[in-house]
Nanobody
Framework: QVQLVESGGGLVQAGGSLRLSCAAT????????MGWFRQAPGKEREFVAA????????YYADSVKGRFTISKDNAKNTVYLQMNSLKPEDTAIYYC???????????????????WGQGTQVTVSS
């Protein structure tokens, strides 16, 4: 069992930066693919980024590539999402998720994840 708690969201102006954190409980944290998803009002939840259990492979949505960076610290049971050059269209609730048994190349598939955090709000003003 893994429990996930996100933090770091907030209000920022366009062009600014935020770093989200996702703290996980559970001794098998290092065995999971960790993903970040987001959901804007009236829209479906969409994939943002993922990182393999080893931390060696990452995968990004085209909309955030070059602006966002996902990383993880297995010793701290924490995954991060550094968000730079934020745009108003990045406004959403951001969710952390954990899953295993699938390739990083399939990490954008929401149903493959077993555990989800409660989400943290990110608002980017223009």
């Amino acid at each position: 069992q893994v429990q996930l708690v996100e933090s770091g969201g907030g209000l920022v102006q366009a062009g600014g930066s935020l770093r989200l954190s996702c703290a996980a409980t559970g001794r098998t944290f290092g065995m999971y693919v960790m993903g970040w998803f987001r959901q804007a009002p009236g829209k479906e939840r969409e994939f943002v980024a993922a990182i393999a259990y080893s931390g060696g492979s990452t995968y990004y949505a085209d909309s955030v590539k070059g602006r966002f960076t996902i990383s993880k610290d297995n010793a701290k049971n924490t995954v991060y999402l550094q968000m730079n050059s934020l745009k108003p269209e990045d406004t959403a609730i951001y969710y952390c998720a954990a899953g295993r048994g699938f390739s990083i190349l399939r990490s954008r598939v929401t149903r493959l994840y077993d555990f989800w955090g409660q989400g943290t709000q990110v608002t980017v003003s223009s």
